[in-house]
């Protein structure tokens, strides 16, 4: 009987121990990929990259013999389905850690298993699987630096060949057509601007991470917050869909550090942020919906989609980091990281709006969409999260250009208005941006949307009344 690799966030050959074992069991294996309620969800973007990803896998699947096969429905009953038409006997997964794949992924353990099927869970997408990382009191860690120093030293499990050919069954279950799904039907914005700019596949992800290791790492740590510059992995994108196993970034940093690479270790810093924000979201899920500090909970943000946050979307505020960055967001579905606390800034504290709006715009535009770091990152800059930069602490988007783009690199890259020549990408955002956002006033600089002293004031008047209050 064959077995069934249930396919989710690891699309990916090499280092992945749920088809590890699947293969390994001798049986022939059946790749599946369910488009459930759980991914109908998903923001339109990260449901385009996914659509993306699943497309190039197939191929790379199809080249070692095999074949996905595509189903859309509830998780359960499609694997009843095909438990049915095939007779398979055992279910591989690698697992999730949000509270919804959780509590949908242990329902199906208990009602398979209740039929008589196997079901395994396997790690792969994290370093450590959270609940092996426990304080000395025996709870969970709130703050990052004590996370970091109890993990640092861990073994990390060894990486895991592809399997090679995988074993086909005797016939293949039937599949739906991917073009079916219509997986980009969501982007109100050109999704073939978005799509040039994305980096797909396993294969772009190792030459990324070699590429990087090789050329940029040694000055990660001095470079890593200039927006202009390629100074980072950009991997984010391909951990999101599970392309890439952090173990392959951890051995590899972990032996440039070995080489004497003084910015190895920093990078492997930033992974274990990742680990850090999973473990906030498995330890305490409210992370992904309301402030993690209760006290923050009652905080005066506004709601609203008022004119002002909307030109923050459409990067429109007159503040050229805060611009450049949601265009570069809007065009390439990425975001670099420092330009990402900038606008979480501005949002949060310049036009007093709640992070959740923010979180959740992220949550629709990215490509590299992740539950737990967009979270930890919004809290982080709103001042709400458990280990966060204080509220009082307000980034001030034209000093943070003047210190991290100096030359206007970044601003004119993503910024068309006043340049006689703009270059493809700062056009590409005029392609990429819905009709609906009517851009027509076309290439004159925004009018600032609010005053960065009146901003600044009106949040910290906010902080205060609310800390008296207490
Ligand atoms: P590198 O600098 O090369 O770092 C390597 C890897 O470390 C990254 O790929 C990422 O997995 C991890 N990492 C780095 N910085 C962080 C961080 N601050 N928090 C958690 N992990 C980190 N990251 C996402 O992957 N998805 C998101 O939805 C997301 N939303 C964010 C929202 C806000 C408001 C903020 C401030 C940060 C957010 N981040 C998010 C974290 C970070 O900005 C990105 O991971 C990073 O910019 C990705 O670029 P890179 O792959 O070149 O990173």
Request: charged share 25%; proline share 6%; with cysteine.
């Amino acid at each position: 009987a064959p077995v069934i690799w249930w396919i989710r966030r690891d699309l990916r050959l090499c280092d992945n121990p749920a088809l590890t074992a699947a293969a390994e069991s001798g049986a022939p294996v059946l790749p599946v990929y369910i488009l459930d309620e759980q991914d109908e969800a998903l923001g339109a973007a990260p449901k385009f990259r996914l659509g993306l990803g699943l497309e190039h896998f197939g191929q790379e699947l199809a080249k070692a013999g095999s074949r996905l096969i595509l189903r859309r429905g509830k998780a359960l009953e499609v694997l009843q389905d095909l438990i049915e038409e095939t007779g398979a006997g055992a279910v591989h997964w690698s697992r999730l850690y949000d509270p919804q794949a959780i509590a949908r992924d242990s329902a199906i353990k208990q009602q398979l298993k209740e039929q008589g099927v196997e079901v395994i869970s396997h790690g792969g997408r994290l370093l450590f699987e959270p609940w092996t990382v426990e304080t000395k009191a025996g709870g969970m860690y709130k703050v990052y630096t004590p996370f970091w120093k109890a993990v640092r030293g861990r073994n990390v499990d060894s990486l895991l060949a592809a399997p090679g050919k995988l074993a086909a069954p005797d016939s293949w279950p039937a599949s739906d057509g991917l073009a079916d799904w219509h997986m980009g039907a969501a982007m109100r914005r050109g999704a073939d601007v978005v799509a040039r700019y994305c980096r797909v596949g396993e294969a772009a992800a190792q030459a990324r991470l070699e590429d990087f290791l090789e050329d940029s790492v040694d000055a990660y740590k001095a470079r890593r917050d200039y927006p202009a510059e390629d100074a980072t992995s950009g991997l984010s994108e391909n951990l999101a869909w599970g392309e890439i196993s952090p173990h392959r970034m951890w051995h590899q940093g972990s032996a440039a550090m070995e080489r004497g690479s003084q910015g190895a270790e920093h990078f492997l810093k930033e992974i274990v942020w990742r680990e850090f924000a999973y473990h906030l979201m498995y330890n305490s899920p409210h992370i992904l919906t309301e402030s993690w500090r209760e006290e923050w909970q009652d905080f005066p943000w506004s709601k609203k989609i008022t004119p002002q946050v909307q030109a923050w979307q459409r990067g429109q505020t007159g503040y050229g980091f805060v611009d450049a960055a949601m265009r570069e967001l809007y065009v390439t579905g990425k975001m670099h990281n420092r330009a990402r606390m900038i606008v979480a800034s501005f949002l949060t504290k310049h036009l007093m709006t709640h992070w959740k709006i923010g979180m959740d715009w992220f949550a629709d535009t990215l490509v590299d969409w992740d539950p737990a770091s967009n979270a930890l990152g919004w809290q982080w800059v709103a001042g709400s999260g458990p280990d966060a930069a204080p509220f009082f602490r307000v980034f001030n988007p034209s000093g943070q250009l003047e210190k991290f783009d100096p030359e206007g690199a970044y601003t004119g890259r993503w910024i068309a208005e006043g340049q006689d020549t703009p270059p493809q990408t700062a056009l590409d955002f005029f392609d990429a941006a819905p009709l609906s956002w009517d851009l027509s006033a076309g290439m004159a600089p925004a009018e600032p949307v609010v005053s960065l002293q009146a901003g600044r004031d009106r949040a910290l008047t906010a902080y205060r009344e609310a800390r008296e209050e207490r």
